[in-house]
């Protein structure tokens, strides 16, 4: 089972508001990875979290504050959001951030964000 | 820096053909990992096929095949008896040695499979 969930499928926001995205897996990865996706581009990293740590921050905006309570579920806590922050956001997991390149990530469905 | 190339925007292919979507990559790296995604409209990105660079055989997996060349650093997928609901972008993708957490995403290729 390579199943990573993410909610909500769908988030519609207000500049002034506070929303979370949730992420999921039951696969004992011990790596998740928040992506942000703008239309027609690749995905962008934003964070990973290696052992409920996190290992990497691409120099997001403080307004995105990544949250990984257990190795299970990740965060995306949103604050602010300008109307540009609007894209498609992708949770991912790999097994670990051993070195290896074959850690393969695999990615949940994503959730459209649209913020006004 | 790590670089990956896709030259194709948009690609078609009869249904039941083969195709040939194309990736070229840039590292200075002895050790990395090629991957390819699909992502269809819904957005999920759904992983194909991986290829590491000490890998002597090209990988296969089900109607998937990756071309590695490794001297002319392309790795390039083969989709065998297209099916309509292989219509979709493809992202050719890399990892290296000590970031294997980063992923390089190319720009993507769209793939439409026609009757």
């Known amino acids: 089972d390579t199943e990573v969930t993410q909610t909500p499928k769908h988030l519609v926001m207000g500049m002034t508001n506070k929303k979370s995205l949730k992420c999921e897996q039951h696969m004992g990865h011990r790596a998740m990875y928040w992506y942000k996706q703008k239309a027609k581009k690749p995905p962008e990293l934003m964070f990973v979290y290696s052992y409920e740590k996190l290992s990497i921050n691409e120099s997001v905006p403080s307004r995105f504050s990544p949250e990984c309570p257990n190795s299970s579920l990740l965060n995306l806590h949103l604050h602010a959001l300008q109307p540009e922050d609007s894209a498609l956001y992708l949770c991912?997991?790999?097994?670990?951030?051993?070195?290896?390149?074959?850690?393969?990530?695999?990615f949940g469905p994503g959730t459209r964000l649209l913020v006004l | 820096a790590q670089k990956i190339t896709q030259t194709q925007p948009g690609m078609f292919v009869q249904e039941k053909e083969a195709v040939t979507l194309d990736c070229t990559y840039d590292t200075s790296d002895q050790s990395y990992g090629l991957f390819w995604y699909k992502q269809p409209s819904s957005g999920e990105m759904i992983f194909l096929i991986y290829q590491g660079s000490y890998d002597e055989q090209n990988a296969t997996e089900g109607r998937y095949s990756l071309n590695f060349q490794k001297a002319r650093k392309s790795a390039n997928l083969v989709i065998s008896a297209s099916q309509l609901g292989d219509s979709a972008m493809y992202f050719c993708a890399m990892t290296y040695t000590g970031t294997a957490s980063k992923l390089t995403f190319g720009t993507g290729t769209r793939l439409q499979v026609t009757l």
């Open positions: 991912a997991s790999s097994r670990q951030t051993s070195g290896r390149e074959e850690e393969t990530q695999y």
